[in-house]
């Protein structure tokens, strides 16, 4: 069982570059991997990032590659998905995700989630 709390959203300027943390409960964090979803209002939810359970790989949606980065410490059970250059259309409640194995880009292949911390971006 693992529980995840995501911190760090608010309301941001466009161009801002805020950094979303996700902690995660249990001692078996290191063996997951771990996604970020967004879903803005009247939209579905949809893949942002991901890194695998070693973090030695990471995966990013089209739409955020180049400006997002996810990373994790397990150390700290803790992941994080820092923004940069955001823009409006990144406004959205950022969730964060765990699954055993692989890393996955849709969110039903994904077991735990948090609540969701939610990003506005003003321009």
């Known amino acids: 069982q693992v529980q995840l709390v995501e911190s760090g959203g608010g309301l941001v300027q466009a161009g801002d570059s805020p950094r979303l943390s996700c902690a995660a409960s249990g001692r078996t964090f290191s063996s997951y991997a771990m996604g970020w979803f967004r879903q803005a209002p009247g939209k579905e939810r949809e893949f942002v990032a991901a890194?695998?359970?070693?973090?030695?790989?990471?995966y990013y949606a089209d739409s955020v590659k180049g400006r997002f980065t996810i990373s994790r410490d397990d150390a700290k059970n803790t992941v994080y998905l820092q923004m940069n250059s955001l823009k409006p259309e990144d406004t959205a409640v950022y969730y964060c995700?765990?699954?055993?194995?692989?890393?996955?880009?849709?969110?039903?292949?994904?077991?735990?989630w948090g609540k969701g911390t939610l990003v506005t971006v003003s321009s």
């Open positions: 995700a765990a699954k055993i194995g692989r890393v996955a880009g849709q969110p039903w292949e994904y077991e735990y």
């Open positions: 890194i695998s359970w070693s973090g030695t790989s990471t």
